[in-house]
């Protein structure tokens, strides 16, 4: 599976941003795909993921509430729509997938597919 990640850019903070990712290939009912960010000097982590099948979404505690991830089925894309934006969202942010068993999601080695990263800039 590819991946392709847009939407990214800058925007000043508490304004929304939204990414996509169109996935080409076949994905199985155990597909799922999540979102990580790096920031300059940091580690990547984890921000949201989605189950492509049931559609069960997962959120690291620093976006939850702010962040909302979807996907498209039928046009085999993912969103990340991103509200309240901070200083501290600033990072390349990347979109993954595998085929992945519950615990391994938060796991960015756990991800077999990635696409190129879109930067996000949050003006303070």
């Known amino acids: 599976v590819q991946l392709q990640a847009s939407g990214g850019g800058l925007v000043q903070a508490g304004g929304s941003l939204r990414l996509s990712c169109a996935a080409s290939g076949r994905t199985s009912s155990s597909y799922t795909m999540g979102w990580f960010r790096q920031a300059p000097g940091k580690e990547r982590e984890f921000v949201a993921a989605?189950?492509?099948?049931?559609?069960?979404?997962y959120y690291a505690d620093s976006v939850k509430s702010r962040f909302i991830v979807s996907r498209d089925k039928p046009k085999n894309t993912v969103f990340l729509q991103m509200n309240s934006l901070k200083a501290e969202d600033t990072a390349v942010y990347y979109c993954?997938?595998?085929?992945?068993?519950?615990?391994?999601?938060?796991?960015?080695?756990?991800?077999?597919?990635w696409g190129e990263g879109t930067q996000v800039t949050v003006s303070s």
């Open positions: 993954a997938g595998g085929n992945l068993i519950l615990s391994s999601i938060w796991t960015s080695t756990a991800y077999t597919s």
């Open positions: 989605i189950r492509w099948s049931g559609g069960m979404t």
